[in-house]
């Protein structure tokens, strides 16, 4: 049996809620953030960014992997790291520590490709099933982890050694993340 025949067509699951999750609480995300209580925003942002570690987990544990499931769980992620990247890197607030304009345009541009990528490629051939990649769950941690940490810093005033380090290494996977999900698609590589 294929990967293709093992994938449910069930959409109430356990995964594919935590992915709805993580969308609802964007906007409660972003009113935080902008009210200016950063300690609440962070809190929903962990909380957010967990419900992306449970869901995977819950799909192999519950064995409830589902069409809807394989594209919830990434748009979610791009939904949740691209309004965060693009807030962190806006100077609408003050803050001791910003994200790189040049990070956040490579994240969203990203985004941007493999989202527009996934619906041509979709509308040509509808049974299609996107899977992730290993380099696509490190590049959505190392977003996840970065976006933490310098809301961390913002709130709690104490700069972090490294960061710029964690900038170039979150952007370095994200680039050859993207990269490698067009060329899978274009040359059909594993």
Do not use: C
Not at 5 to 22: G, H, M, V, Y
Not at 30 to 43: H, N, P, S, V, W
Not at 105 to 115: A, M, P
């Amino acid at each position: 049996m294929s990967k293709e025949d093992k994938i449910s067509l069930r959409t109430i699951t356990i995964p594919n809620l935590l992915s709805l999750l993580r969308i609802v609480l964007i906007p409660i995300f972003i009113y935080f953030y902008l009210d200016q209580r950063k300690e609440l925003a962070l809190g929903i942002l962990f909380l957010a960014s967990i419900t992306d570690f449970l869901d995977g987990i819950a799909a192999r544990a519950f064995n409830q992997r589902s069409r809807l499931g394989y594209i919830l769980d990434p748009l979610a992620d791009k939904l949740l790291m691209d309004s965060t990247y693009i807030l962190f890197t806006l100077r609408a607030l003050p803050l001791t520590v910003y994200i790189p304009k040049w990070l956040t345009i490579t994240i969203v541009s990203r985004d941007v490709v493999l989202i527009l990528g996934a619906a041509i490629l979709t509308l040509f051939n509808p049974d299609r099933v996107p899977t992730p990649h290993w380099l696509g769950k490190i590049t959505t941690s190392l977003q996840m982890l970065t976006a933490i940490l310098v809301l961390f810093v913002n709130v709690s005033g104490n700069m972090m050694p490294g960061l710029s380090v964690l900038f170039w290494l979150t952007g370095f996977f994200t680039v050859v993340s993207g990269f490698y999900y067009v060329l899978r698609e274009i040359g059909n590589i594993e």
